[in-house]
């Protein structure tokens, strides 16, 4: 069964920082994109990065320059550098894969359970 498995949330205050990573795990797949996704309590879900299976990488206007999304293929694991964090990038923070199933033959959009990240003032 794939799952895949965020860490790295908790508490900073105002002008810290944060490593989030998660691993996609279980069966046989190929990786694609991967990604970021928060949302903030009483919003919808919003992108906040994302990387090709190649390393290109997109941001969200509001993080650009203060967040950085990086992966290790090997590793199955993508991650998300947060610095000069500010109280309003407190959210649910999901990772989010494209993979390509090897073992059953076919692609799926999978989810992580979401890891808290709050900032405060």
């Known amino acids: 069964q794939v799952r895949l498995v965020e860490s790295g949330g908790g508490l900073v205050q105002s002008g810290g920082s944060l490593r989030l990573s998660c691993v996609a795990s279980?069966?046989?797949?190929?990786?694609?994109?991967m990604g970021w996704y928060r949302q903030a309590p009483g919003k919808q879900r919003g992108l906040v990065a994302t990387i090709s299976s190649g390393g290109s990488t997109d941001y969200e206007d509001s993080v650009k320059g203060r967040f950085t999304i990086s992966r290790d293929n090997a590793k199955n694991t993508v991650y998300l550098q947060m610095d000069s964090l500010k109280p309003e990038d407190t959210a649910v923070y999901y990772c989010n894969a494209d993979l390509f199933r090897l073992d059953r033959g076919y692609q799926h959009i999978y989810w992580g359970q979401g890891t808290q990240v709050t900032v405060s003032s």
């Open positions: 279980g069966g046989t797949f190929r990786v694609n994109a």
